[in-house]
């Protein structure tokens, strides 16, 4: 017979339906909670509660943030001239970590989540060149080459962030000096 | 500049306070249960309040319980001539799991934190075997003696878990000492 000690094994159940949290991390983090530690523990019950109520998109450039619009659509020294196109808004605090970039970002998602309306209306405010930031990919290609064609009647200059970018590795796990330079060697498509 | 999205940051922070997750894994639980899944955002939240609400230990031998005691104690089937020690309430879990014990447990936690008075209430119960399964270290030997010593006025057997060499592992992959333990430890086939 098992101890059951329901509330614990509810906890442990939750935790694993987190991506890459298995059996054993989930009972470790839930028993650290539980029997160590229960200010860290209502700390991060109160910060999942706070944050799930807070935290949305940004209307212009669907990032993540607080209010309506984000720290970069709502920053006027920005460069509007330039639009950087992400597939996740984790995407664009990784690009802004790298203190590259100067411009303006668009959360793409996928081609069938692609807000075409709002990414023309956006491509209308006076952009000149596109920059598609995505993880190098075949799919990526296909997703490039339907904006491109999406955005032909624009008079638009289209780069992507250059390889160096290692294949088929998302950016949250690429390091700074590599990011860094992609952006700064990106190239014409 | 680096887009804060306060709540969000504090949910990353919160979450890096427990033990064996880092930077990125809390970064990408944290955006897992903002972005994508506030459902199970709340589960966590709300698993948590309750764990920290009702999870207490057990008064007779301090494993995890949401009752004055836990389900082993509460159980006068288990052999109460068998005591086994453990040093974390998460251990009694483990050893559950075995199925092969009957018996029952006390949480000693240290030297320092081990309460003796109560140790030695439950010696007085009826045991008769006390069985030490503490990872094999150089500490754990000494707790082994310190407490030996402290109930040596009982008439008891003290025993402790087996060392050798554990299941599915290969040999070149086993540390020296639990392989020289397995060699002077051998037994008949």
């Known amino acids: 017979m098992k101890p059951k000690v329901e509330s614990f094994e509810n906890l442990v159940e939750a935790l694993e339906a987190l991506p890459s949290i298995g059996k054993k991390s989930a009972r470790r983090m839930a028993y650290h909670m539980v029997m160590e530690d229960h200010f860290a523990a209502m700390k991060i019950a109160h910060a999942i509660e706070r944050a799930v109520e807070r935290v949305g998109r940004c209307e212009r450039c669907g990032a993540m943030s607080e209010d309506e619009l984000c720290p970069v659509c709502a920053d006027e020294t920005r460069d509007q001239s330039l639009l950087c196109l992400v597939e996740h808004p984790a995407d664009i605090q990784q690009i802004e ?62 780069t992507k962030i250059a390889q160096g970018v290692p294949t088929g590795v998302s950016l949250e796990n690429v390091d700074m000096l590599s990011l860094s330079r992609a952006l700064q060697e990106r190239v014409k498509v």
Chains 1, 2 share one sequence.
């Open 97 to 158: 970590s790298s203190g590259e970039y100067t411009g303006t970002y668009f959360v793409v998602g996928s081609a069938q989540g692609l807000d075409e309306g709002r990414l023309i209306e956006r491509v209308e405010e006076g952009v000149e060149e596109i920059i598609f930031a995505f993880p190098p990919s075949i799919a990526s290609d296909g997703l490039i080459l339907y904006i491109e064609e999406k955005l032909k009647g624009y008079d638009l200059v289209f």
